[in-house]
């Protein structure tokens, strides 16, 4: 069997490689840690789940295959060659390895991210993500599980089964991207037409619970997620959010009962004197400038960077001094 972008280049087969334990199975296919006999090199083996697609090799493995191919960043996956089993229905991704993803390294922290290991963190995510808008790509699925983390602390953004090129002008696309808790309110609006102020949305909601420690919005629903989204930020309208009122489900939708928003109240802790907030103003500001519900009005990456957060004090840490933990993919 050949490659699937390349017929004239026959695929290297799996054997190539020693699979050592199970990672985890996503919705697109189950990922291995494995061994290059020939070089000990350590990789992340995908096996894309082919199912019963009666239409052959499925649109979401060569989204990815292709995405993966046309990127080289050192923030972003890399993807290293497609590889096949003894079967033509065993296709699998030998894929650049991180020790961890950001979502268990949450999970597992007693003591939070300090400032200058978040500025670093948003730092390679703005840059990986800059890189994939500079060069047309949605990623549309990020989240603290789609982003992994070397053991010398390299973030790489990962899973591009939702990733597509765009272009201008804008194509429709279909809403029912990104996972829950990190959509956009334009695609919980029902619109078609959208771009990368969607991928920023999402950063912004990373970013707060990188401070928060917990996710920032956590919606049971669209509905209830949308009531989420008005809660923080108050109620959307034409004043806020320019074309509102000819978005899909801008009458389906009530939020007359929603005032101004609290999100900055989220960011303070303690009480009277005491009380203070959790991160910079300027910290907050560019979360907010990412969270607006205009996506025109939303921020770049590229713009995010060059964000007055990233020249205050303290500094971004080295990654390599980020803390981290004893690799939690590698078998027992």
């Not at 619109?191 to 707060?208: K, N, R």
Request: charged share 25%; aromatic share 10%; glycine share 8%.
């Amino acid at each position: 069997m050949s490659c699937p972008l390349d017929k004239e280049r026959p695929c290297r087969s799996v054997e190539c490689y020693e699979r050592l334990n199970f990672i985890d199975e996503g919705t697109y296919g189950r990922v291995f840690r494995a061994r290059d006999i020939q070089t000990g090199q350590i990789y992340a083996l995908k096996q894309v789940k082919l199912g019963n697609d009666r239409d052959g090799f499925p649109v979401t493995a060569l989204r990815e295959i292709s995405t993966l191919f046309s990127v080289n960043h050192p923030n972003v996956v890399r993807l290293r060659e497609v590889v096949v089993g003894s079967t033509t229905d065993k296709i699998y991704l030998v894929m650049e390895y991180a020790e961890h993803d950001l979502l268990s390294l949450l999970e597992r922290m007693k003591c939070p991210y300090s400032a200058s290991e978040i500025k670093s963190l948003m730092q390679q995510l703005l840059r990986g993500v800059a890189h994939l808008h500079d060069n047309w790509i949605l990623h549309r699925d990020l989240k603290p599980s789609n982003l992994l983390l070397t053991g010398q602390g390299v973030l790489k953004v990962c899973d591009f089964g939702l990733a597509r090129n765009y272009g201008d002008p804008l194509s429709k696309y279909t809403q029912g991207v990104v996972t829950l808790w990190y959509r956009a309110p334009e695609l919980l609006m029902g619109s078609t037409l959208y771009s990368t102020a969607v991928d920023m949305w999402a950063i912004g909601c990373i970013f707060a619970e990188l401070v928060l420690m917990r996710p920032l919005l956590q919606g049971k629903g669209e509905l209830d997620q949308l009531a989420k989204i008005a809660s923080m930020f108050g109620a959307p309208s034409e004043k806020c959010w320019g074309g509102f009122s000819k978005l899909p489900n801008s009458r389906r939708v009530s939020f007359r009962s929603y005032g101004e928003g609290n999100f900055i109240e989220h960011f303070y802790e303690g009480t009277g004197c005491t009380r203070r907030l959790r991160t910079s103003k300027n910290a907050i500001d560019l979360m907010q400038s990412m969270l607006l519900y205009d996506p025109e009005k939303r921020i770049s990456a590229a713009d995010a960077l060059r964000h007055p957060y990233f020249s205050e004090r303290p500094s971004p840490k080295d990654p390599s001094l980020i803390q981290t933990f004893p690799d939690d993919r590698r078998g027992t």
